[in-house]
């Protein structure tokens, strides 16, 4: 049987909560009580193996990381949808090829994404509202020389995400 009046001191001695002297008076029990020696190995092996899970053990570094990588995988799906509606646009709105370009904020900070130019005897520069592009208002034929025949006629689309500048090429 284990001593009833000694399990909770067990546990405590076990997580090295006793102070030296009351430690030692259960050592001194341990010694000749095989139940509550029993008792405190079990709680031992229990504890250790707590010890071993990182629930609640999660250092600093660890979850800067994993909200790192968190954040990344989010940013990834969401330029993964951005390309998608892009590509989803060009398909829906001109039947020449398209050339989506998708350019990293970090080497092209906003400013630089409209001066992306490309020579080109046409250029249109329509606002798209991000989510969801669906107006891709062309403007009215304005008086401008007729592009040549061969020469692609050239439309930027800028969406309100200045990292994204989507370049139609078409025949
Ligand atoms: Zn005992």
Sequence with gaps: MICREMEERIALHVSGDLETGAAA???????????????????????????GLPVGEIREADYAELRARLDES??????????ALAAAVSAAVLGGSALVRFLDPARHPAPAAARVETPAPVE?????????????????????????????????????????????LVD
């Excluded at 020389?145 to 989507?166: C, F, M, N, S, Y």
């Design 124 to 168: 249109r520069a329509v606002r798209v509202p991000a989510p969801p592009p669906m107006t891709v208002a062309r403007k009215p034929a304005a008086p401008r020389k007729t592009p040549e025949a061969g020469e692609p006629l050239v439309v930027k689309i800028v969406t309100d995400d200045p990292d994204i500048v989507i370049v139609w």
């Design 74 to 83: 989010r940013r990834r799906e969401r330029a993964l949808r951005r390309w």
């Design 25 to 51: 008076e259960v050592d001194e029990h341990l010694a000749r009580c095989l139940a509550c020696r029993t008792l405190a190995a079990e709680l031992k092996a229990n504890r250790e193996s707590m010890i």
